[in-house]
């Protein structure tokens, strides 16, 4: 059996004498697409803040691609292969569309202050390919012709493909998206889907937090549920629907979403 | 007629000088939201720096053609090592603090620096040496001279420098992201602590040149200079719009000129009963002004979009 990408054993975060996760395992293999669903406040967007180095966890192993981090610093996650979107856009909303695209880039180019100030032929070079290379990605996500665009005069879905993009710049392995398909129609659902499925089949492993349970359920080869942090269920979709836990979580509380 | 040329040419210099230095406030603000009240200092140390070299260097007999650009490298290196000790030392420990601590550790690093100066270069002005033969050029009937002509080219050519850097180059695009969005930055691989460091290293080498500029012209520099200077540079930031780069150069280059005409004419306004010694009361009455009627300057964006 091949080691997973993502590995998670007993991972708990607290904010104060508030535990948002405990005691949370889970593995995610290399090119699946994982879901992560709960009701609101079940502590998914914390995890995501776990393993993109937002949050350093209090409890735990967080290994990534055979490699164990305690307190990371999310660059080095960046330069490690995770890359993420948020669940309310965080674009660079004065930059272009293009330039937002190339700052994903950074972790995979070098050029520094000297770079900057001399403008040598392998500064050059790299600033030509970074372009080159954002704007295939533009083109891949589908809003190329924005590309001059401030981030923050383009529509919604249009933002939230930027986002995609942009996280895609930074040659992920693991691409992490938080409710991408929030607050778009059906048809822009639709074509989000198959955008996440053409990614997977480059080879990059998916893992999203989604209410859109259709979706989720219709994309994913397996989910886990959390609630209250922990987590009550895994498995591929089907197993997990007839789960009693995950029925009582999302319809036999108070709070329930 | 003679009177505003004039005036013009002067508010020109003196306004290069402070957009220079206005620049080094901007961009310290647009990434930390901080005001860096010690980079009047930077100015001043960079000034005092340049001069000991250039005497120093003269005294070896080093050409002048030599030793003044050796001696500004120096104190540029010199003020991009204490921009980056500022930093260091006095902010990046405060980074979560509220934002009324940094505004004090920038004030008592202003005050050390101030004394340390004072120490090692005592509390006499410094003569500027003369160094090329400062030919003066008539135009219309004002005057112009070698110095000053320098003055502006030089900062004419940094500026624009300066804005191919931060609009054309990845380190620029990761100065900008830093600005918008630190945490959405780092995901992408921005080390924000080296982005921040750069920054204020390069506002320090920026105020470095602008200190050999002032004590070129003036022909002297003094450990308590900074003080003014970063006064007025912090003005004309605000003027611009602070935390907008092109603000600032706008606002150093207006503000010089207000000046200039002010003190310029200010004698003929009130017949006589106020002189040209007044000058500094007009920058601070725009500073005022500009935060009574325009806080967020002429270029600066509305202040609802930072918070």
């Given at each position: 059996?091949t ?82 979107t ?50 295939e ?15 923050k005069n ?67 080869d397996?989910v ?8 009550i ?10 789960n ?14 | ?12 210099v ?154 054309r ?139």
């Amino acid at each position: 059996m091949t080691v997973p990408l993502l590995e998670l054993s007993g991972v708990g975060k607290q904010f104060g004498g508030l535990s948002a996760l405990s005691e949370v395992s889970l593995h995610i293999k290399r090119g699946e697409i994982y879901g992560l669903i709960g009701p609101n406040g079940a502590g998914k967007t914390t995890l995501f803040n776990v393993i993109t180095g937002l949050y350093q966890l209090n409890a735990g192993e967080f290994n990534f691609n055979g490699r164990s981090y305690q307190t990371p610093k999310p660059h080095f996650l960046a330069q490690a292969g995770i890359a993420r979107t948020f669940q309310n856009i965080r674009l660079f909303a004065n930059l272009t569309a293009l330039e937002n695209v190339m700052i994903g880039r950074h972790v995979r180019t070098k050029a520094g202050v000297f770079g900057a100030l001399l403008r040598n032929k392998s500064t050059r070079n790299e600033e030509r390919a970074s372009t080159e290379r954002a704007r295939e990605l533009l083109r891949y996500v589908g809003i190329v012709k924005a590309h001059q665009t401030l981030a923050k005069n383009l529509s919604y879905g249009e933002q939230r493909r930027l986002e995609i993009a942009r996280a895609l710049a930074t040659d992920p392995l693991l691409l992490a998206l938080d409710e991408p398909a929030a607050g778009m129609n059906a048809t822009e659902t639709e074509s989000l889907k198959v955008l996440l499925q053409d990614i997977r089949s480059t080879g990059i492993t998916v893992m999203l937090i989604e209410h859109d349970v259709k979706l989720i359920m219709g994309l994913c080869d397996r989910v886990a549920v959390l609630d209250y942090g922990r987590k009550i269920a895994e498995g591929v979709p089907d197993e997990v629907r007839q789960n009693p836990a995950v029925i009582a979580a999302y319809l036999g509380v108070d709070d329930a979403a | 007629m003679e009177i505003f040329l004039q005036q013009i040419i002067n508010g020109l210099v003196q306004g290069s000088v402070y957009a220079l230095v206005a620049l080094g406030y901007t961009m310290v603000y647009g990434i930390l939201g901080l005001i860096n009240f010690a980079h009047g200092e930077v100015v001043m140390v960079g000034a005092m720096l340049a001069l000991s070299a250039l005497t120093a260097l003269i005294g070896w007999d080093v050409s002048p053609l030599l030793a003044l650009p050796l001696s500004l490298i120096l104190a540029m290196a010199g003020c991009m090592a204490l921009g980056y000790g500022i930093e260091r030392v006095a902010y990046r420990p405060l980074r979560h603090a509220p934002r009324l601590a940094p505004l004090i550790t920038a004030i008592g690093v202003s005050i050390v620096l101030q004394n340390l100066a004072m120490m090692i270069w005592g509390r006499e002005y410094h003569a500027f040496p003369q160094l090329i033969n400062n030919q003066p050029h008539h135009i219309g009937g004002a005057i112009i001279n070698d110095i000053q002509i320098i003055i502006v080219i030089m900062a004419v050519m940094i500026m624009t420098g300066l804005m191919l850097v931060v609009h054309r180059t990845r380190l620029g695009r990761a100065m900008r992201a830093v600005a918008e969005n630190q945490h959405a930055a780092q995901l992408m691989g921005v080390d924000i602590n080296r982005v921040i460091s750069i920054t204020f290293m390069l506002g320090s080498a920026l105020a470095a040149i602008a200190g050999l500029m002032v004590s070129a012209n003036y022909g002297l520099a003094h450990y308590y200079m900074g003080f003014m200077l970063g006064l007025k540079a912090f003005t004309a930031a605000v003027l611009g719009g602070i935390g907008n780069l092109r603000g600032a150069m706008l606002g150093g280059l207006l503000l010089g000129l207000i000046e200039s005409l002010g003190a310029g004419y200010i004698g003929d306004l009130t017949g006589g009963f106020l002189g040209s010694q007044y000058q500094d009361v007009f920058a601070f009455f725009v500073l005022i002004a500009v935060l009574v009627f325009r806080p967020s300057g002429l270029l600066g964006e509305r202040l609802a979009e930072r918070a």
